[in-house]
Nanobody, 114 residues
């Protein structure tokens, strides 16, 4: 099993920044890709960004140029730096790790006020 614990959510004004972190523990050797998803009220969960073991990053079009995903193998963490935040970025953000199974964190709320 893999356990994922997110931190760093909160309330910020439009144009501001937040940094999300996710710490993985357990069978971390089994993890391949890691990433962040988000779910706004009344909407399906959507991909925000993913990063492979070799640090190849993929971003949703809606966050390209504003968000940066990074991964620290030594600390078993994946981070999401979010800049130029918009009200439409408001959602619960979930950390994801793909290994033998698909693992999820408990989610952290990000609220961007206009």
């Amino acid at each position: 099993q893999v356990q994922l614990v997110e931190s760093g959510g909160g309330l910020v004004q439009a144009g501001g920044s937040l940094r999300l972190s996710c710490a993985a523990s357990g069978l971390i050797f089994s993890i391949n890709d890691m990433g962040w998803y988000r779910q706004a009220p009344g909407k399906p969960r959507e991909l925000v960004a993913t990063i492979t073991r070799s640090r190849y990053a993929y971003y949703a079009d809606s966050v390209k140029g504003r968000f940066t995903i990074s991964r620290d193998g030594a600390k078993n963490t994946v981070n999401l730096q979010m800049n130029s935040l918009k009200p439409e970025d408001t959602a619960v953000y979930y950390c994801n790790a793909q290994g033998a199974k698909n693992y999820w964190g408990q989610g952290t709320q990000v609220t961007v006020s206009s």
